[in-house]
């Protein structure tokens, strides 16, 4: 059985699946709104569009 992703020390429960309880899943959304997990952006940042700028 697989672990909860939060906390790593309970099962996850059937009703929070994949977390073991509400109280992780809140902190696991928590962690999304505040910008805990961040997508890295794949797009290189280029300021002026000159390539032979340094």
């Known amino acids: 059985m ?3 992703p939060t906390c ?5 429960d059937a ?3 994949p ?3 509400k109280r992780c ?3 696991d959304l ?3 709104f505040t910008g805990g ?3 890295p952006d794949s797009v290189d940042d280029v300021s002026s569009g ?3 700028e340094d």
């Open 2 to 4: 697989a672990t909860c």
């Open 8 to 12: 790593r020390r309970h099962p996850a």
């Open 15 to 17: 009703k929070y699946k």
């Open 19 to 21: 977390f073991c309880s």
């Open 25 to 27: 899943a809140d902190v």
């Open 30 to 32: 928590q962690r999304w």
């Open 37 to 39: 997990y961040v997508i």
């Open 50 to 52: 000159d390539p032979n």
